[in-house]
């Protein structure tokens, strides 16, 4: 087949040089965001008298057969056209004749295919955000039923202070939440139209560059137009922001790995979501979380790619630049792999409660407490922490507890000390009496699921 492209070319490529240079092996996924940009862009110049009108529509009408012909499997892509724009191009022509070879006018393939990624990673995001907003959900009924479910918190992951496992899901609620907010506020550069930039320098056709962007749904079109077809920083944000979303179901799914363990045993994932072993028959593995995990650095490398590819690129457009697209496709689709199998993992998970609570019964987590108390009886906290210390040395001299001493063995350390000292130092007292804003007291989080029981129904309308 003749190329469209090749009118300056006398000699034809070579056959791996077509394989090489050919992306359509990748990018035919865009291929209804190419034909739908390629009929905005056909209305368009009909309207502006740039072509017949009548040509426009005949245009517009093979369009959305050739889409058709594709959804319906009708349509084989010939990498010798080299991408999807081509190919589409080439159907178009081969159906209409010389009608069809009126679409290019006034446009460029670089501007033609930065439309196409940016409508592509809309939908993308957009897909992406209903994901996380069932994580978000299934946090939060997870921490519903959880609100006096005492657990360890950590630092250095040595025994704490007690916290709620409601607080501790919560805390993954801010971070996906976060996540969430980041796209919202990346879509609104994606959320730019470039066509109309053409090669690098726009053109003499009268376009009506807003008209396209009404129809095409964008917000705004963008202001130059070398920029409009040299520059991915939209994609390489969106790759940033689905690093993050990565790096928060990573870290999740570590201490899923942790706490499945027969070390802690805080939780049982769902035999549906973990497996078992070649060899040792009594192994239950925590495999999905663990692969999550693992894809985690994934998504980081086709941000560091993209990056590395771009950042020695001079204006305008270079076929460096095809380099774009495998590498935010992967990371799309990791991401939207990823999210329903965390989800549903969580949401079938067992959580041992019993377990959580003997854990944090371990490691003196209520010493602070028992500063604290001191400290509201007029010792000052450097002087409480000091007996408090005393006192966990003195228990694990005698293989004791705090809660396991008697008030005379307290007065030995402080005379201070008098029998309420006991309500102080009991669990479920230390993590209730923490009530300040954010704070894991049961009425906080109880506030803080209402709020984001508000906050969903927000999301969802």
């Given at each position: 087949?003749k190329?469209?492209?090749?009118?300056?070319?006398?000699?034809?490529?070579?056959?791996?040089?077509?394989?090489?240079?050919?992306?359509?092996s990748?990018?035919s996924?865009?291929y209804?965001e190419d034909?739908?940009?390629?009929?905005?862009?056909?209305r368009?110049?009909?309207r502006?008298?740039?072509?017949p009108?009548?040509e426009?529509?005949?245009i517009?009408?093979?369009?959305?057969?050739?889409?058709?012909?594709?959804?319906?499997?009708?349509?084989t892509?010939?990498?010798k056209?080299e991408?999807?724009?081509?190919?589409?191009e080439?159907i178009?022509?081969?159906r209409?004749?010389?009608?069809?070879?009126?679409?290019h006018?006034?446009?460029s393939?670089?501007d033609?295919?930065?439309?196409?990624?940016?409508m592509?990673l809309k939908?993308?995001a957009?897909?992406?955000?209903?994901?996380?907003?069932?994580?978000?959900?299934?946090?939060?009924?997870i921490?519903?039923?959880?609100?006096?479910t005492?657990?360890?918190?950590f630092?250095?992951l040595?025994?704490a202070?007690?916290?709620t496992?409601a607080h501790?899901?919560?805390?993954?609620?801010?971070?996906?939440?976060r996540d969430d907010?980041?796209?919202?506020?990346?879509l609104?550069?994606?959320n730019?139209m470039?066509?109309g930039?053409?090669?690098?320098?726009?053109?003499?056709?009268?376009?009506?560059?807003?008209?396209?962007?009404r129809?095409l749904g964008?917000?705004s079109?963008?202001?130059?137009?070398?920029?409009g077809?040299?520059?991915r920083d939209?994609?390489?944000?969106?790759?940033?922001c689905?690093?993050?979303?990565m790096?928060h179901?990573?870290?999740f799914?570590e201490e899923?790995v942790l706490?499945?363990?027969?070390?802690?045993?805080?939780?049982?994932?769902s035999?549906?979501?973990?497996?078992?072993?070649?060899?040792?028959p009594?192994?239950?593995?925590?495999?999905?979380?663990?692969?999550?995990r693992?894809?985690?650095?994934?998504?980081?490398?086709?941000?560091?790619?993209?990056?590395?590819?771009?950042?020695?690129l001079p204006?305008?457009?270079?076929?460096?630049?095809?380099e774009?697209?495998?590498?935010?496709f992967?990371?799309?689709?990791?991401?939207k792999m990823?999210?329903?199998v965390?989800?549903?993992?969580?949401a079938?998970?067992t959580?041992?409660k019993e377990?959580?609570?003997?854990?944090a019964?371990?490691g003196f987590?209520?010493?602070?407490?028992?500063?604290?108390w001191l400290?509201?009886?007029?010792?000052?906290?450097?002087?409480?922490h000091?007996?408090s210390?005393?006192l966990v040395m003195?228990?694990?001299e005698?293989?004791?507890?705090l809660?396991?001493?008697?008030?005379?063995?307290?007065?030995a350390v402080?005379?201070?000390?008098v029998?309420?000292?006991?309500?102080?130092?009991?669990l479920?007292?230390?993590?209730?009496?923490?009530?300040?804003?954010?704070?894991?007291?049961?009425?906080?989080?109880d506030?803080?699921?209402e709020?984001?029981?508000?906050?969903?129904?927000?999301?969802?309308?």
């Amino acid at each position: 087949m003749k190329k469209l492209s090749n009118g300056r070319l006398k000699a034809e490529a070579d056959s791996f040089t077509d394989h090489f240079h050919s992306s359509i092996s990748f990018d035919s996924r865009m291929y209804k965001e190419d034909i739908t940009g390629s009929i905005a862009h056909a209305r368009m110049l009909g309207r502006q008298g740039i072509i017949p009108e009548k040509e426009s529509l005949i245009i517009i009408s093979a369009l959305e057969d050739i889409l058709k012909d594709i959804e319906s499997g009708k349509v084989t892509f010939d990498e010798k056209a080299e991408d999807i724009h081509m190919n589409v191009e080439t159907i178009l022509i081969d159906r209409i004749g010389s009608v069809g070879k009126k679409l290019h006018t006034g446009r460029s393939r670089n501007d033609q295919v930065a439309l196409d990624i940016r409508m592509y990673l809309k939908d993308q995001a957009a897909d992406i955000k209903g994901l996380l907003l069932k994580l978000l959900t299934t946090l939060n009924n997870i921490a519903r039923d959880n609100t006096e479910t005492i657990m360890p918190g950590f630092t250095h992951l040595q025994n704490a202070q007690p916290v709620t496992f409601a607080h501790h899901v919560l805390a993954y609620f801010e971070m996906f939440l976060r996540d969430d907010e980041r796209l919202s506020d990346c879509l609104k550069r994606v959320n730019v139209m470039p066509l109309g930039s053409c090669a690098l320098a726009a053109t003499t056709y009268r376009l009506d560059r807003d008209m396209v962007a009404r129809e095409l749904g964008f917000d705004s079109v963008t202001r130059n137009s070398l920029d409009g077809v040299s520059d991915r920083d939209f994609a390489c944000e969106l790759l940033f922001c689905l690093s993050l979303i990565m790096m928060h179901l990573s870290r999740f799914c570590e201490e899923l790995v942790l706490w499945s363990s027969q070390q802690f045993k805080f939780i049982e994932i769902s035999d549906a979501y973990a497996t078992g072993s070649s060899i040792m028959p009594q192994k239950k593995n925590p495999d999905m979380a663990e692969l999550i995990r693992g894809k985690t650095g994934r998504v980081y490398g086709e941000l560091i790619a993209l990056l590395t590819t771009l950042k020695g690129l001079p204006l305008a457009y270079n076929k460096d630049m095809q380099e774009d697209k495998e590498g935010v496709f992967d990371a799309v689709d990791t991401v939207k792999m990823c999210l329903p199998v965390f989800t549903n993992m969580i949401a079938t998970m067992t959580v041992n409660k019993e377990n959580m609570l003997a854990s944090a019964r371990l490691g003196f987590m209520n010493a602070t407490d028992c500063a604290d108390w001191l400290v509201r009886h007029g010792v000052p906290f450097r002087d409480a922490h000091g007996i408090s210390g005393q006192l966990v040395m003195y228990c694990i001299e005698k293989g004791k507890s705090l809660e396991e001493l008697t008030l005379e063995e307290f007065k030995a350390v402080s005379p201070v000390f008098v029998e309420s000292i006991y309500d102080d130092i009991d669990l479920k007292s230390c993590v209730n009496r923490r009530t300040v804003k954010g704070g894991p007291a049961k009425e906080c989080v109880d506030k803080v699921i209402e709020e984001n029981d508000r906050l969903l129904k927000e999301m969802m309308s």
